[in-house]
């Protein structure tokens, strides 16, 4: 039986610092950051986070990736997180590959997704575990569990990339664009609690918080407020409208 997205429900909250997103118009618009980068060159335990706001949804067989880490020329090892339209359904996915046992896809059905609408996503992984409990998918602060295995074989753990990219809104090659708005983006070194995600999705970090290694805000642009100052660069000049996701 395939799971059921659990209720969510999205709202703003005025926290007086949220000012702007970034604007993403899905042809070729994204951010990144030239790795290595050693602190976003993770490996091991992960969290990534975002709001997002779609646009437009993918056509057939076409994912749209919220944020990659990615090395290059070949896509060996990576890891990229995204909403895909599997046959005209929906649903999240969780790529993880590394160059000796080669890709995993875990998806999470999503049938009620739509435009215009902020949600908030979280993404963990955690190599040492089994295939079926390495990746878990957060949607609006509440676990959507580990999901469904559409590719693997075996635990998959991903080595450090040593070059390529860290992106937002695109893969690490600045395709698989969003078409849409992104908004306050968060990278770990640790698995963040359900309870740390769901308290702290709606809220502004000082920037200093522990495992914590890359936080973009995107008012205005899209400079790192985390501990490293890794600043994206913006590929063909996307925007930041005042619609901030809290």
């Not at 049938?111 to 609408?117: E, I, L, M, Q, R």
Request: aromatic letters at 10%; one cysteine or more.
């Amino acid at each position: 039986m395939n799971p059921v997205v659990k209720p969510v429900a999205f709202f703003k909250l005025d926290s007086g610092g949220n000012t702007s997103c970034l604007a993403l118009n899905g042809s070729d618009q994204y951010l990144s950051l030239a790795l290595p980068a050693a602190n976003l060159a993770i490996s091991g335990n992960q969290t990534r986070e975002c709001w997002v706001k779609f646009a437009a949804l993918p056509a057939v067989s076409v994912v749209m990736i919220q944020t990659a880490i990615w090395n290059s020329p070949v896509a060996q090892r990576a890891s990229f997180i995204g909403l895909y339209n599997n046959a005209g359904s929906y649903e999240y996915r969780g790529y993880v590959q590394d160059p000796s046992v080669g890709l995993q896809i875990i998806r999470w059905p999503w049938a009620g997704v739509a435009t215009d609408v902020f949600y908030h996503i979280g993404w963990t992984y955690k190599p040492d575990e089994a295939d079926v409990t390495e990746q878990e998918w957060f949607l609006g602060g509440v676990s959507q569990g580990n999901g469904i295995i559409q590719q693997g074989n075996g635990s998959t753990e991903m080595q450090a990339p040593s070059a390529g990219n860290f992106t937002v809104g695109s893969d690490g090659n600045g395709n698989s664009r969003t078409n849409g708005r992104i908004d306050d983006v968060r990278v770990w070194d640790d698995i963040r609690t359900p309870t740390e995600i769901a308290d702290n999705m709606s809220v502004e970090l000082v920037g200093d918080e522990p495992n914590l290694q890359g936080y973009w805000k995107m008012n205005g642009g899209a400079l790192d407020s985390g501990p490293n100052g890794y600043d994206l660069t913006e590929n063909n000049s996307p925007t930041y409208p005042e619609d901030p996701a809290f």
